[in-house]
């Protein structure tokens, strides 16, 4: 496991190029009608994920909504996994099953890709829950978007994370809108994080536009949270540059935002700082640009040669044998989650 003092940045830069690059032959590969369903691209918020996962460990958990596709790709899921499940192919990470909003990866903690807004909230706080409980220093990192903040299930997770003291971080990724909604219309705080003040968990606003903040305040919080277990809230000032999905006219937001936003695009930022600092040249930058467009590509052929998931599949990973009436997960060893994610249950 790699020490976050040791993650570097450059190889962090290329975290980014990847993800955006992935992310822009996706939404090709969609118009191609090569992927199916919803489709949810995360390009202008590279740095909040990247910046994250480079200040925590490899065995701390990660839970995020269905804006998915960078936080599997930054834990390190393959792009080809990743492609693959774009494409519903039985090699994707959720089998084909999932799609592009049900990624998941249990080998690299990471529990999701969450479909219906602020429902994986309580799922994140039942995981700092259990890392409480085996009195483990795992922290879960919890991502979700603006629109999560004034749903139910937000506020009763954040209410039980703080009585109990879990070691949780809240990540709103806060780009302005949920689908065509401003935050400002859809919610009564001044500021986001103020929401985190009601429930006595501390919160900082953070310019999630600047990969070397998140990850420094990340850290910070990740090193306290291990010293003594608590919950935080980061509320990460962030944008997308794509509509809300694929099939978004953006007629909710200006040009001129658009444009503002753009000229502080997170991957030129880390560029020009490294440049500035004599940590890159041009031609590196342009080899690892080259690299990540390669990776890309050669996923996209990975995830169109491989096999559909077989019919008679379709409902597995559902159900754990055994969680229903008759039988109680309780009664094995391995618990019927663990049986789930792990893909060992076929009904
Ligand atoms: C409970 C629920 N209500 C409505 C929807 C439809 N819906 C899908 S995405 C979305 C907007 C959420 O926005 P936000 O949380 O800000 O995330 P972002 O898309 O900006 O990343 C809505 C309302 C849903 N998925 N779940
Ligand atoms: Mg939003």
Redesign the pocket.
């Known amino acids: 496991m790699q020490p976050v003092e040791q993650r570097d940045e450059v190889e962090m830069l290329s975290l980014m190029l990847l993800i955006r690059r992935f992310e822009e032959r996706a939404s090709q590969q969609y118009q191609a009608q090569k992927i199916g369903g919803f489709c949810?691209l995360y390009i202008g918020q590279e740095a909040v994920v990247t910046g994250a996962i480079a200040a925590v460990r490899d065995d701390d958990y990660i839970i995020t909504?269905?804006?998915d596709h960078a936080h599997a790709l930054a834990r390190g899921t393959s792009a080809d996994a990743c492609m693959a499940e774009l494409f519903g192919k039985e090699t994707g990470c959720s089998r084909g099953l999932g799609g592009s909003m049900h990624f998941f990866d249990k080998k690299h903690h990471m529990y999701g890709g969450h479909?219906?807004?602020?429902?994986h909230v309580p799922l994140a706080v039942g995981l700092a829950f259990a890392i409480k409980y085996r009195g483990e220093d795992r922290v879960t990192l919890c991502f979700?978007?603006?629109?999560?903040i004034n749903?139910g299930a937000f506020h009763e997770a954040l209410n039980l994370a703080a009585l109990y003291k879990l070691p949780i971080v809240f990540i709103c990724?806060n780009?302005l809108?949920?689908?065509g909604t401003s935050v400002k219309r859809s919610t009564s705080l001044r500021q986001i994080v103020d929401r985190a003040e009601g429930y006595d968990i501390p919160g900082e606003i953070i310019d999630g536009m600047n990969f070397r903040e998140v990850r420094d305040k990340v850290a910070e919080i990740v090193d306290s949270i291990r010293k003594e277990a608590h919950p935080a809230f980061l509320e990460m000032r962030t944008y997308?540059y794509r509509g809300?999905s694929m099939s978004d006219p953006a007629s909710y937001r200006t040009k001129q935002e658009l444009e503002k936003y753009r000229l502080d695009d997170p991957i030129t930022r880390l560029r020009a700082q490294l440049t500035r600092e004599g940590k890159l040249t041009n031609e590196q930058f342009d080899l690892l640009d080259k690299r990540a467009k390669e990776t890309v590509l050669a996923a996209v052929k990975f995830a169109e040669k491989s096999p559909q998931p077989p019919l008679d599949k379709l409902y597995d990973y559902t159900y754990a044998n055994g969680a229903g009436a008759t039988g109680s997960p309780a009664d094995s060893d391995e618990s019927a989650a663990d049986r789930v994610v792990s893909g060992e249950d076929r009904q």
């Not at 979700?144 to 999560?148: E, Q, R, T």
């Open positions: 949810h909504a269905y804006r479909a219906i807004v602020a429902a979700f978007g603006d629109g999560a749903q990724e780009n809108f949920a689908m997308r809300h």
